[in-house]
């Protein structure tokens, strides 16, 4: 009864705004605007924020990395990676002892100059690692071809695979599989092609690089430590093809011949070598800084660091930088609507002022209800709903325009865009909600009116 | 039987400083069935008492009885009851609902009495409504394509949608040419013999003062003269009707209140 009655009112309503629809659309056009501005911005706000999460999802949200810690000298620092503490061990041993790394493999990079044939080409990033790397960035599935194996990192195995960008450089159509290409004077045989991944957040190329074992790299591309990673520009000792060459010369350096007497002492074997980073991926999201201490202790451990000794060794984890960058993008948002917020209160006082002429305009019939039977708090209900019905109006309006903006903006800016049912309940909300507190004195002083002058009023 | 009854009614308005009375003790009992004329001359008052009886005002002392009930003591909630249920209006300037169908206009009083009803039989009873003011024809013209009698039947129409005991009408024929007044005079005259329904009918002209029965004339918040009118037109074959329609009106005893 009391919803078929309300309904009957809100039908009143329309066909008393009906008689004057001009007016009626100007009057409720602030509410417009203002709807069709939170809605196209939460639109375009959410969408950006769901394609960042996309793109941190496939950056690996859970992912870490480790690198070594930074050496200095007489408090001079050297600057992220200068000391060399991480090893393909440390990577087994997160791996074996931490319950919430799910995943890690050692990483050592390089670049250099990659030639085929008469092309050349300098890719962004040439990664050793092992197959794992495979799995952590989700690329398991190859274009073609077949991924190298755990064998080919034991055995240091000249393959290769190739990303999209640069199999489409250095041989445009043809299909890299099987052929030869070379760094640094190296041959490699290219086993495999990624599938594209696109540029990640910084702009980075994902498809412009080379995934070849680590131990390959290491040992026949690098030559060295990670302390000279720019190896196109110095290449004068490696420049000589040195096919079976495992070990080159350059790497004893690092490692000073111990004598007969400092090998008793310490009994801990020569690190086999080290690694640029460790690529290791968390269980899930939420366990995230549980790996981060599991994989701290275990570090601290096997690199024997007393209490009051430093890390020698650096955890960057992607979700502080998917935190910042969701925290940015919803500041905006939060931000424009606010000044939606304030085009709907602009709205709501264009409300209360045409009702408030209405109120005026139709005293006599304000008095005629009243007459009839009306209750001052009929009337009351008749203009309240009225204002609501009218911001309502323009809510739908605005809900309508604003997301056919949203459609716009992605249309002709390609940005992405996802509809919000929130937003839409929120802008019916507000609307009513604007309607009822703007329309709220205009009702209050109709329901006022003493009968008699309203029907004496001319 | 006793339908209003007036004692010792008064009314005064207060323009700033001063106190101007309006009406000054009015005594009157009206019964069920009657058809009265109240006169007097312009600002005498007619249109205040009106207002009182018709329940839109307060007076300043006095009682005023209507159907038992004593309104004098009713709030603003229970008097907007009353009239929507047991009074009609008709005004002199029609007071309809400018762009809005006859249909609309009569069945505007059924939103604050009648929820219960659906949207059909609100339109059925506004119809019938019109009909019986000769408007089948006219449900769905706007106010500015009537004419002025056929205007101010639809707010006859408006005033009885609720079947009201009693009708006021302040200067019904005020606004009127003197052929389509004839009409709505005879219309009243028509409802309150056939339906019982009092009318209790404001108006300064002595002629049409006479299609009543009885003529309350006030002058300066007074009644100076009430009588019976034994030259009403249907007064002959009233009163040989009379005998025949004793239940429906049950009395018409032309008592003469005093002044
Ligand atoms: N609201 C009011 N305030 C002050 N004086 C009023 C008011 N309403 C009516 N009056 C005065 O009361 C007197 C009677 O008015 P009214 O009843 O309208 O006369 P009429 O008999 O012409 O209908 C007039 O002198 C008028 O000026
Ligand atoms: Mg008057």
Same mark, same amino acid.
């Given at each position: 009864m009391k919803i078929a009655a309300s309904l009957r009112t809100a039908i009143t309503a329309l066909k008393a705004l009906r008689r004057n629809p001009m007016r009626a659309m100007l009057t409720t056009l602030g509410i417009v605007i203002g709807v069709a501005a939170v809605i196209a911005m939460m639109e375009i706000g959410a969408g950006s924020e769901s394609a960042l999460q996309k793109t941190i999802a496939s950056m690996g949200a859970n992912v870490l990395l480790i690198r070594p810690g930074t050496a200095s000298s007489g408090g001079v620092s050297f600057g992220a990676g200068t000391t060399t503490t991480l090893t393909p061990e440390d990577s087994q041993a997160l791996l074996r002892e931490c319950p919430s790394i799910a995943n890690a493999t050692p990483m050592v990079r390089a670049r250099a100059q990659v030639v085929y044939g008469n092309r050349?080409?300098?890719?962004?990033?040439?990664?050793?690692?092992?197959?794992?790397?495979?799995?952590?960035?989700?690329?398991?599935i190859l274009t073609e071809g077949e991924p190298f194996n755990q064998r080919d990192v034991l055995n240091g195995n000249r393959v290769c695979l190739l990303g999209p960008t640069l199999?489409?450089?250095?041989?445009?159509?043809?299909?890299?599989?099987?052929?030869?290409?070379?760094?640094?004077?190296?041959?490699?045989?290219?086993?495999?092609v990624l599938a594209p991944k696109g540029a990640n957040m910084m702009g980075f190329d994902q498809d412009d690089v080379i995934l070849a074992p680590w131990t390959t790299i290491k040992y026949r591309v690098s030559g060295t430590s990670l302390t000279t990673?720019?190896?196109?520009?110095?290449?004068?000792?490696?420049?000589?093809?040195?096919?079976?060459?495992?070990?080159?010369?350059?790497?004893?350096?690092?490692?000073?011949?111990?004598?007969?007497?400092?090998?008793?002492?310490?009994?801990?074997?020569?690190?086999?070598?080290?690694?640029?980073?460790?690529?290791?991926v968390a269980s899930n999201a939420s366990e995230i800084t549980t790996a981060i201490k599991q994989a701290t202790s275990v570090l601290r451990e096997r690199h024997r660091l007393r209490i009051d000794e430093p890390d020698d060794f650096n955890i960057r984890d992607m979700a502080e930088l998917t935190s910042t960058l969701s925290t940015t993008t919803r500041l905006m948002t939060n931000l424009l609507?606010?000044?939606?917020?304030?085009?709907?209160?602009?709205?709501?006082?264009?409300?209360?002022?045409?009702?408030?002429?209405?109120?005026?305009?139709?005293?006599?019939?304000?008095?005629?209800?009243?007459?009839?039977?009306?209750?001052?708090?009929?009337?009351?209900?008749?203009?309240?709903v009225e204002a609501v019905v009218l911001c309502l109006v323009g809510g739908a309006i605005g809900i309508?325009?604003?997301?056919?903006?949203?459609?716009?903006?992605r249309f002709f800016l390609q940005w992405p865009v996802?509809?919000?049912?929130?937003?839409?309940?929120?802008?019916?909300?507000?609307?009513?909600?604007?309607?009822?507190?703007?329309?709220?004195?205009?009702?209050?002083?109709?329901?006022?009116?003493?009968?008699?002058?309203?029907l004496r009023y001319e | 039987m006793e339908l209003i009854k007036l004692y010792a009614i008064e009314k005064t308005y207060r323009m700033g400083d001063f106190f101007v009375p309006v009406l000054k003790g009015i005594n009157l009992t009206i019964n069920q069935g009657e058809?009265?004329?109240?006169?007097?001359?312009?600002?005498?008052?007619?249109?205040?008492?009106?207002?009182?009886?018709?329940?839109?005002?307060?007076?300043?002392a006095g009682e005023y009885w209507l159907d038992g009930e004593a309104i004098s003591r009713c709030s603003a909630n229970q008097r907007a009851t009353l009239?929507?249920?047991?009074?009609?209006?008709?005004?002199?300037?029609? /007071?309809?609902?400018?762009?809005?169908?006859?249909?609309?206009?009569?069945?505007?009083?059924?939103?604050?009495?009648?929820?219960?009803?659906?949207?059909?039989?609100?339109?059925?009873?506004?119809?019938?409504?019109?009909?019986?003011?000769?408007?089948?024809?006219?449900?769905?013209?706007?106010?500015?394509?009537?004419?002025?009698?056929?205007?101010?039947?639809?707010?006859?129409?408006?005033?009885?949608? /609720?079947?009201?005991?009693?009708?006021?009408?302040?200067?019904?024929?005020?606004?009127?040419?003197?052929?389509?007044?004839?009409?709505?005079?005879?219309?009243?005259?028509?409802?309150?013999?056939e339906d019982g329904i009092t009318i209790i009918m404001v108006t300064h002209d002595p002629k049409v003062a006479l299609h009543t029965r009885r003529i309350i004339e006030i002058n300066d918040g007074m009644i100076i003269n009430d009588s019976t009118n034994m030259r009403s037109n249907r007064n002959d074959d009233m009163t040989s009707r009379h005998n025949d329609q004793i239940d429906t009106i049950k009395t018409l005893s032309f008592n003469t209140a005093a002044p």
């Open positions: 050349n080409w300098v890719p962004n990033a040439i990664y050793g690692t092992t197959p794992n790397y495979l799995s952590i960035q989700n690329l398991e199999a489409r450089e250095l041989f445009e159509e043809v299909s890299p599989v099987g052929k030869e290409i070379r760094i640094k004077n190296i041959a490699f045989r290219v086993i495999g990673t720019n190896q196109s520009s110095n290449s004068t000792t490696d420049s000589v093809n040195t096919l079976s060459n495992l070990y080159p010369s350059s790497q004893a350096s690092l490692y000073p011949k111990k004598s007969s007497v400092q090998q008793a002492d310490n009994p801990m074997p020569v690190r086999f070598a080290n690694i640029d980073q460790i690529m290791a609507l606010a000044v939606a917020m304030i085009s709907l209160l602009v709205g709501g006082v264009g409300i209360m002022n045409i009702m408030l002429v209405s109120v005026t305009e139709r005293t006599r019939e304000i008095g005629l209800r009243m007459a009839v039977g009306a209750k001052g708090q009929d009337i009351l209900h008749q203009f309240l309508v325009l604003g997301h056919g903006g949203g459609l716009l903006v996802k509809t919000s049912p929130s937003a839409i309940t929120a802008a019916v909300l507000v609307s009513a909600g604007v309607g009822i507190i703007f329309g709220f004195y205009p009702a209050w002083k109709a329901s006022r009116l003493d009968p008699i002058e309203a | 058809l009265i004329a109240l006169t007097g001359s312009s600002g005498s008052g007619k249109s205040t008492l009106m207002n009182i009886l018709g329940c839109l005002d307060r007076p300043s009239r929507n249920r047991k009074l009609g209006f008709v005004f002199q300037s029609f /007071n309809l609902l400018a762009r809005t169908s006859a249909l609309d206009n009569v069945a505007m009083p059924l939103a604050y009495s009648a929820e219960y009803l659906s949207d059909k039989e609100t339109r059925d009873r506004a119809a019938e409504m019109l009909g019986r003011v000769g408007l089948a024809d006219r449900l769905h013209h706007h106010p500015s394509q009537l004419s002025g009698g056929q205007q101010q039947r639809v707010a006859i129409a408006r005033a009885l949608i /609720n079947r009201p005991p009693v009708l006021f009408a302040d200067e019904p024929t005020g606004n009127l040419d003197s052929h389509t007044s004839q009409e709505v005079l005879e219309m009243f005259e028509q409802l309150n013999h």
